[in-house]
């Protein structure tokens, strides 16, 4: 084999490496930080501008009032004030924060046998299984929602059903339009999200560790209190985040099943942008459902990663 | 004539945030060598490797090749082609279309690409494979493919890093033989990281010795083994016996040594640049020592000790021989050069003897 | 010690309750106590059951949702392709959700790239922070972009709601993308580079090929959740609507109730064909365990 080099497009010419162009591309070269930064920009771009700009205009907005038409800009904590002057506004936030809270209890404790039964005793047509529970998630919420108030209805499944079924005689009312029904919804609704983070903090365990646990002497049982929950845990916050947030705010709910007495904040915070055309305070609505969420959800993290640290 | 500083390594140096991967090295590469770079991991020979490769850009200093600055040349435009540890054999690809990857851009006609790349599956040993599926390819095909696809492309430099980690053993040996061979017929320079010095011995012309970060040590494997600079590289090639002493002095040629366990103890090995006085290690290969049940006829250089452990390998014994002042065993080999028909029973009472040559006395700072 | 640690029934992964009913379940593809089997089999119930009341009601003769079923009839399916409303809005939804996952996956690709490929400093913050659509409650989302919209005097169009639903997508674009490229050797595409090729071309004969059912997958995913979605379309929703939206209208009307029916079913089904067609894909080839959630 012929000692001759043709390795195409061989770099040469010091020259050119005196040049702008050259400079600039070492430079990017040299810190792969850069590039990387360049890559994700456009992301990062958008998700700024449709984010991060957005938010902040709302925040602005919560200290503006509405004049008829217009938006009055003069720096004000009018809204705020109105917030903690009306008794209804704090009722109806502590209100949607103890459905959520339920509904994400709920949620929870449903999932988590079902994560733990995919993650641990399935052992062939394990990507069926997990087909399965992922489908509900991408499919239209409205239409769940939806399902759920033509089944708990006045003239609805249940209800046909069993008087057609000979059980009872009159429809049963207390189904439909009451917070039971809301959490209920909520509660399948937001199900499948709940099974993922859980099902991947489950898997994640390594199977010796539980070997491990079994040699040492733990029954089934001490081994899932000792070993298997708290490994899971990070799954377990992760879903309940993941319910509890988007769930305090939920809108379609609250309108198709809550009735009069089921509603929510978001049924507030809506209607400032529709009828009763306030959207300075449906902002600070807004802003403060946003502050409470988050030192709720601070509040927890905290307190379960201390609770950890201990042990 | 073979260009010495073919590859040229300046004052270079890789920092990732506060660690100190590759630290201030300088060496150069000849042309045509067999060049490995050897140590444990995260000594920073990879790092070291994947410069060279242009995937990593030194934080300080510069490396050339042939010559020719390779500061901000990208990967793609440098002389140089790499063998992977873990191969990087396209999967949606066939063993052709592996092969002949690279040479897209080279403005060969396609008959005349696939002509070497057919040269290259005989080069190989592996003469119409051309169809398979990258998934059919056992892990020694994957290596030796990874390796037609590299040196296809007739590169200046060829880096291969740890490629035959992955193999058996006796897989492992055969490739490395086989490696050694082609190098030899390609005549390009092979610049080759492991951390097995046995395969190091085996393959290089020459060896760099590193260890965080730093090069200890660049010598060919037989200067390594009997002349090791500092006790870190003794040690990490082959075995080695140290015995912690004082330098007392010179006695004609020899440096005198007062040892732990050995006494005192003569030295010819570093001739003039020995040191005069100071702490030192005496250190001695297991091979160097000769072992005898009865006592020799001589003054120095020799040491009285009880037999812990014999270990019978064939060709060769092992013994580990207790001596006074030391808690360690000494470390012996010897070759089974007349015939035996027992092993030795070693009972921790039967007494030998060990004697040396002071030529073989090696000196060492830490 | 050791008796109590039962051989049979252990699965490759070894892990096993003591207890376990050893070789009368050889056929099935699950172990273990059967009570566990029959929730998962009352959760999917659960899960299922509710919304595949729908179609049933679909085809009911009748325009309440009631038992008992009155008849088989395809009226309601009929009715539905003649609805021009309704074909207009359908239209749109999948304008907008063509528009939605081509781009969202593309900003996907450039971010899950980013992310697995290269050391970047602060790199779970801007994971955390790409993260966040998923968290924030719809409506807040669509009332501070119906707020900017507004202070910028844009009109509201698909245009408004193609970028609200990309700003949602993209998450689930990174995350899906993040998953297939982790899943193949990063060194196939360092191979590429120094054999010749630059960054676009390693992109085009390396990653591209390798990385394209992550791709399909993130587009049908992406379009899927736009075509669904409705509190950030209704916010920012002009004179043109998306289908949701059009659903949403007519469910004052006790009478459009069956249409609405019929055409739930369908969107259903057709939701559910493609996320099945899109995960079976994506879990498919080189590297990817069927064992990984996402």
Redo the contacts between chains.
């Keep these: 084999m012929s000692d001759q080099t043709h390795a195409a497009g061989t770099y040469s010419g010091a020259e050119e490496q005196t040049s702008f162009g050259f400079k600039l591309r070492s430079l990017f070269l040299k810190h792969e930080w850069l590039r990387g930064y360049l890559l994700l920009s456009p992301t990062l771009l958008v998700m700024i501008c449709l984010m991060c700009v957005p938010l902040f205009m709302l925040v602005a907005y919560s200290f503006w009032t509405q004049n008829y038409l217009d938006i009055d800009k003069t720096f004000t904590l009018a809204n705020y004030e109105a917030y903690f002057q009306k008794p209804i506004y704090a009722a109806l936030m502590f209100k949607s924060i103890r459905m959520s809270l339920y509904c994400t209890f709920a949620t929870l404790l449903l999932a988590y046998p079902m994560a733990y039964f995919i993650a641990f005793k399935v052992t062939k047509n394990k990507l069926i299984w997990l087909i399965l529970i992922t489908v509900p998630f991408w499919t239209s919420y409205l239409l769940r929602v939806f399902a759920w108030k033509v089944i708990l209805g006045f003239n609805g499944v249940i209800n046909s059903g069993l008087i057609s079924l000979g059980i009872i005689s009159d429809p049963l009312e207390f189904l439909l339009y009451n917070p039971t029904a809301v959490v209920l919804t909520l509660a399948h609704a937001w199900a499948a999200f709940a099974i993922l983070p859980i099902y991947v903090s489950l898997e994640k365990i390594d199977r010796s560790l539980l070997e491990a646990a079994t040699d040492l002497g733990d029954t089934p049982k001490e081994r899932f209190w000792r070993v298997t929950w708290p490994l899971s845990l990070p799954g377990v916050i992760a879903a309940g985040l993941l319910v509890f947030i988007p769930t305090v705010g939920d809108y379609v709910t609250p309108k198709l099943v809550g009735g009069t007495t089921g509603i929510m904040i978001g049924n507030i915070v809506q209607s400032q942008f529709g009828k009763a055309n306030n959207w300075p305070m449906g902002a600070a609505l807004s802003v403060i459902s946003m502050l409470m969420i988050t030192i709720l959800v601070v509040t927890f993290i905290v307190a379960t990663t201390r609770a950890r640290a201990k042990n | 004539m073979a260009r010495e500083d073919y590859i040229s390594i300046r004052n270079t140096s890789k920092h990732f945030g506060s660690v100190k991967a590759v630290d201030d090295i300088t060496f150069n590469i000849q042309q045509g060598e067999f060049f490995s770079l050897l140590g444990a991991s995260g000594c920073g020979k990879t790092t070291l490797l994947r410069m060279l490769?242009?995937?990593e850009?030194p934080?300080l200093g510069n490396i050339y090749i042939d010559g020719?600055?390779?500061?901000?040349?990208?990967?793609?435009?440098?002389?140089?082609?790499?063998v992977?540890?873990?191969y990087?054999i396209?999967?949606?690809l066939n063993v052709h279309k592996n092969i002949a990857?690279?040479m897209?851009?080279?403005?060969l006609s396609k008959a005349e690409v696939d002509k070497q790349v057919d040269e290259m599956l005989e080069?190989i040993k592996l003469p119409g494979y051309g169809k398979r599926g990258a998934h059919q390819l056992s892990g020694g095909q994957r290596q030796r493919i990874a390796l037609a696809?590299?040196l296809i492309?007739?590169?200046?430099v060829l880096l291969l890093d740890e490629p035959l980690g992955a193999l058996d053993k006796k897989l492992r040996e055969q490739m490395q033989l086989e490696l050694r061979a082609l190098q030899r017929?390609?005549?390009i320079t092979f610049v080759f990281v492991t951390h097995d010095q046995e395969e190091a011995m085996t393959m290089s012309d020459r060896i760099a010795v590193m260890s965080m970060g730093k090069v200890l040590q660049i010598d060919s494997p037989t200067t390594l083994y009997e002349i090791p600079r500092v006790k870190e590289v003794a040690d990490f090639i082959g075995t080695i016996n140290f015995f912690e002493g004082e330098v007392k002095g010179k006695e004609g040629k020899a440096t005198v040594v007062e040892t732990e366990g050995l006494g005192k103890v003569f030295s010819t090995a570093s001739g003039d640049s020995a040191p005069t006085s100071g702490k030192i290690s005496v250190a001695l290969r297991p091979e160097k020592f000769n072992i005898s049940f009865q006592q020799p006829n001589v003054q120095n250089n020799v040491v009285e000790g009880v037999l812990q452990a014999a270990a019978y390998l064939g060709d060769r014994s092992h013994y580990y021989v207790k001596i006074n002042g030391r808690e360690a065993p000494v470390a012996v080999a010897s070759q089974n050069a007349q015939r035996q028909m027992q092993a030795v029973e070693a009972d921790n009472k039967q007494k030998v003897w060990l004697t040396w040559d002071e030529d073989s006395v090696l000196l060492l700072q830490s | 010690m050791s008796d109590t640690v039962s051989k049979a029934g252990s699965d490759e992964r070894g892990v096993q309750a003591p207890q376990v009913i050893e070789s009368k379940h050889e056929g099935h593809s699950w172990t273990g106590e059967a009570p566990l089997f029959i929730y998962a089999v009352w959760y999917l119930a659960f899960l299922y059951i509710p919304v595949l009341f729908l179609p049933l009601f679909s085809f009911n003769d009748s325009i309440y949702v009631a038992f008992p079923l009155k008849g088989f009839t395809l009226q309601w399916y009929a009715d539905m392709l003649e609805n021009p409303a309704l074909l207009h809005a359908l239209e749109n939804s999948v304008k907008v959700g063509a528009g939605v996952a081509i781009a969202s996956t593309f900003l996907g690709i450039f971010a899950a790239k980013a992310m697995t490929r290269y050391r970047l400093p602060g790199k779970g913050p801007l994971t955390s922070f790409i993260m966040l659509p998923l968290v924030v409650p719809g409506i807040i989302l669509g009332i501070a972009l119906l707020v900017i919209s507004n202070t910028i005097g844009v009109d509201l169009s698909l245009y408004t709601i193609g970028l609200a639903h990309t700003l949602v997508a993209v998450p689930f674009a990174m995350l899906v993308l993040m998953s297939r490229l982790e899943g193949f050797d990063k060194s196939l595409e360092e191979a590429s580079l120094d054999l010749g090729e630059n960054a676009f071309q390693t992109f085009l004969r390396v990653t591209l090929p390798l990385a394209w059912p992550g791709i399909l997958a993130s587009t049908l995913l992406t379009f899927t959740i736009s075509f669904d979605e409705f509190i950030l379309a209704f916010f920012l929703a002009g004179n043109e609507v998306t289908l949701p939206i059009y659903i949403w209208s007519q469910l004052r009307f006790p009478n459009r109730l069956p249409m609405v029916l019929s055409l739930g079913a369908c969107i259903l089904v057709a939701s559910f064909f493609i996320v099945t067609f899109s995960e079976v894909i994506r879990r498919r080839g080189v590297g990817t365990q069927s064992g990984a959630a996402i």
């Design positions: 490769a242009g995937f850009q934080t020719q600055p390779q500061a901000g040349v990208p990967p793609h435009l440098r002389p140089v082609n790499m992977f540890q873990s990087a396209f999967p949606h990857y690279g897209r851009k080279s403005g080069l696809r590299a492309k007739r590169p200046k017929d390609v005549g």
